[in-house]
């Protein structure tokens, strides 16, 4: 049988920022004119035919797109060469959140499944494929200013703050060539995962491996990289005019300051109550590091869920909250952090 290359177009309809999210596709490629009838869960669906086989070999292409995920059944409905006798072939298959897929029917009954990752996450306000990275003047000099600093620790600094900036986006050479200038890799492996999430172009993200040395590094930001793609943050802005992304975070200073009465308190509970008010504060956002440094002063997983719930509301960059789930050993403790995010609307606050 011939190699056969599933070409998918995807025809993207401009939308305003705040749409709701592109439904998953499913796009079923039947190389035979013999299949004439397509039905998913016993529904049929109607078949684009072609007047001549095109050059993909496709006689066919059923597309769907009001599937909701989770397992469907597949069932196909062909006739001999001579148009006589029906033959039923039917598959299952799985449809996953935020994936399209390609079915491909071969003409001796095969059936291939290629899943293709849809980036449209949702009312995602700052999903990257809308951004533009630094131009390359302003990263020249971001660039040089740090090159300039002597000191290692100030050079991370730097880098540290670059990223943190909301209005900072980076390409996969600008990030790289920052994350260059740390010293320390496991450093380097804690702002690899903090300006991944900014990342314009994040399908060039892996040549960034090639900077560690330590292949636990590189494998720990290789399973950050398949984990945030496969359960990317989803933020339902319903309230566009309470999104934190016109806020500013809590100063270095002001927050330096809160970090030192928040150790004073010795007693759980007290450092507890210091954490819980300063998060609940109206007048207070943090960043994602700043709020992750704050929580990781409480040990107890139960408690550090609270905090971490009570300041998603507050933070500025949500695009990196993912990183919070680095604070529980728990998965269980994980999965309901993330379905509290991907339930949470900013009318909640």
Not at 180 to 193: G, I
Not at 221 to 233: E, F, I, K
Not at 308 to 331: E, H, T, W
Request: hydrophobic letters at 35%; charged letters at 20%; a positive charge.
């Amino acid at each position: 049988m011939k190699a056969i290359s599933i070409f998918l177009v995807s025809c993207l309809t401009a939308v305003s920022v705040g749409a709701q999210t592109r439904a998953n596709t499913v796009t079923i490629n039947l190389n035979s004119s013999r299949y004439q009838e397509v039905l998913v869960d016993g529904r049929a669906y109607p078949i684009t035919t072609n007047s001549n086989t095109n050059m993909n070999g496709m006689n066919g292409v059923v597309t769907i797109t009001d599937l909701q995920e989770g397992q469907h059944t597949l069932e196909l409905v062909r006739v001999n060469q001579n148009g006589n006798n029906r033959r039923n072939i039917s598959r299952t298959f799985d449809l996953r959140a935020r994936y399209d897929l390609a079915v491909m029917v071969n003409n001796d009954g095969s059936i291939e499944l290629k899943e293709t990752r849809n980036r449209n996450y949702g009312n995602y306000g700052n999903a990257n494929r809308y951004r533009r990275p630094m131009s390359d003047a302003d990263f020249s000099v971001l660039l040089q200013n740090i090159q300039n600093q002597r000191r290692a620790s100030t050079k991370t600094t730097a880098v540290t703050t670059a990223f943190e900036n909301t209005n900072n986006y980076f390409t996969t050479d600008q990030a790289t060539e920052l994350l260059e200038l740390v010293a320390s890799e496991s450093k380097r492996l804690s702002l690899a995962k903090t300006v991944y999430p900014k990342i314009t172009d994040q399908a060039n993200f892996s040549t960034t491996y090639n900077l560690f040395d330590n292949q636990a590094n590189r494998d720990a930001l290789v399973a950050y990289v398949n984990s945030y793609n496969a359960n990317p943050p989803v933020y339902n802005d319903n309230n566009s005019g309470n999104n934190n992304y016109n806020k500013t975070a809590m100063t270095d200073a002001d927050y330096n300051l809160l970090v030192r009465d928040i150790k004073k308190q010795w007693l759980p509970g007290a450092k507890m109550n210091a954490l819980s008010n300063a998060l609940n504060n109206t007048d207070n956002y943090f960043t994602t590091t700043q709020a992750k440094e704050l929580i990781r002063l409480i040990t107890d997983e139960n408690n550090r869920l609270q905090l971490a719930k009570a300041a998603y509301a507050r933070i500025v960059d949500p695009g990196n909250f993912a990183q919070l789930y680095d604070l529980f050993s728990s998965q269980a403790k994980k999965d309901e952090l993330r379905n509290y995010i991907n339930s949470y609307t900013y009318s909640n606050r």
